[in-house]
């Protein structure tokens, strides 16, 4: 019963911003550790942000400075700001959280395309 969904993406210029969030449903007794990770076209699905259930975040060296990764246990939902955006990171977005103590899930992915 339980899913993540994630939203937020889009088409949005160089130097642009857009904010991603994703959000658990079902029956929800807790969530861990929460992340966003992202795909391009002909790569591997590469990590871009972490954040533990108390608010300690990991990002990628590639998106330090620019993306900032937070969460809303109340809402049971992970955002990704991401600021200064740069045509490398066009990619499909992909929230992940482990849940409930045991399962880790994947949402379906929002792209996001930077281009002028």
Not at 26 to 47: T, V
Not at 49 to 60: D, L, M, P, R, V
Not at 86 to 111: F, R
Request: glycine share 14%; charged share 15%; hydrophobic share 35%.
């Amino acid at each position: 019963q339980v899913q993540l969904v994630g939203s937020g993406g889009g088409l949005v210029q160089p130097g642009g911003s857009l904010r991603l969030s994703c959000a658990a449903s079902g029956i929800i007794f807790g969530i861990g550790d929460m992340g966003w990770y992202r795909q391009a076209p002909g790569k591997q699905r590469e990590l871009v942000a972490t954040i533990t259930f108390i608010g300690s975040t990991n990002y990628a060296d590639s998106v330090k400075g620019r993306f900032t990764v937070s969460r809303d246990n109340a809402k049971n939902t992970v955002y990704l700001q991401m600021n200064s955006l740069k045509p490398e990171d066009t990619a499909v977005y992909y929230c992940n959280a482990d849940i409930n103590g045991v399962h880790t899930y994947w949402g379906q992915g929002t792209q996001v395309t930077v281009s002028s």
